[in-house]
């Protein structure tokens, strides 16, 4: 049974996102195409890779996620040493460890650029703050002169990473042929979190769909839900603050209500009031998020079936057109 898979946001809690995978292998459901969004195209890419859900896991329990958050010795100065670099850099943290470990995961499995992957096989939500627009990588790229297949895929996750404020902004240049007599400046897009468009690109795969229903091949969204934490932020300052709003910002998603006409084609994970830039989190904590996920995929695909799908997205693409 071939599928397509979307994969949401939601930072550390990714996890989770690999125990559905698992379910959905259980299964024998085989990923056609995947997409993701920060932490679900961390998954989508594994995925696209040739990563299996327990190789997923082992290798995501034993990375220590505080390791990412590297900055300058002299940005850790005490109160001021943060604000500078966020005025100066726009990030708390640089957001290169994280690529780093991303890159070195698909090399292992001989993926570099998207020239590595089968054409279509991964897309990568990220958000163009520059121009306001969501950014699909590497599709939209060669609109901006940049040639897709050459592009890196850990590049493209970094920057679909990116929680604003967070992580640096990844700064994405223009080719001259485009950014010809433009200001030094205005030769560069800021990428951020795709999370902050579009968390979960359910609408991806459908503008591909065949009218034919032998051809069709189900999207299946894999979404985190539930409320981060009972307890509220504690707000002490600036970064307190910043830190609550951007946690917020990004978790809206996970509260937004499912439309009926996407019921049938999620997965909803309970995500156990972990926070998304809970960055300590613990061996166990990881392994409870991975369980949550196996049983929300084990929950979804015992009653699920290829016909099922095609009934439902039919019935609700006519509703559309009503």
């Not at 220590?64 to 109160?79: G, M």
């Not at 991964?122 to 969501?134: E, F, M, P, Q």
Request: aromatic share 10%.
């Amino acid at each position: 049974m071939q599928i397509n898979g979307v994969f949401q946001g939601g930072g550390v809690k990714g996890i989770s996102l690999a125990g559905a995978v698992r379910a959905a292998e259980k299964y024998g459901a085989e990923f056609h195409q995947v997409a993701g969004t920060s932490s679900g195209s961390i998954i989508a890419a594994m995925i696209a890779a040739g990563y299996r859900a327990e190789e997923m896991k082992e290798l995501i329990i034993a990375t220590s996620f505080a390791s990412f958050l590297k900055r300058s010795p002299i940005f850790n100065l005490a109160l001021i040493g943060p604000a500078i670099r966020v005025m100066l850099k726009k990030g708390l943290y640089s957001g290169e460890a994280l690529e780093h470990w991303v890159r070195q995961l698909l090399q292992q499995k001989g993926v570099r650029t998207f020239a590595d992957l089968p054409k279509g096989k991964l897309k990568v939500i990220a958000s163009d703050i520059t121009s306001g627009k969501i950014l699909v990588l590497p599709d939209d790229l060669a609109k901006l002169g940049i040639r897709p297949e050459s592009f890196e895929v850990a590049r493209a996750i970094r920057m679909s990473c990116s929680i604003p404020y967070f992580f640096d902004p990844v700064l994405l240049r223009l080719p001259s042929s485009i950014s010809k007599r433009k200001r030094f400046s205005d030769q560069f897009l800021h990428i951020v979190d795709g999370g902050l468009l579009s968390n979960l690109p359910l609408w991806i795969f459908d503008r591909s769909v065949s009218g034919s229903r032998k051809k069709m091949i189900p999207t299946v969204g894999f979404q985190m839900v539930g409320k981060n934490s009972d307890k509220p932020h504690i707000i002490q300052g600036p970064f307190s603050m910043l830190q609550a709003l951007v946690e917020t910002m990004l978790s809206a998603h996970d509260e937004r209500y499912i439309e009926q006409s996407n019921r049938y084609r999620t997965i909803k994970i309970p995500t156990l009031g972990i926070s998304t830039t809970q960055f300590d989190l613990s061996r166990e904590e990881s392994l409870l998020l991975y369980e949550s996920g196996v049983r929300s995929g084990d929950r979804f695909f015992e009653d699920w079936s290829v016909q099922y799908y095609e009934e439902q997205f039919i019935k609700y693409q006519q509703a559309l057109k009503i």
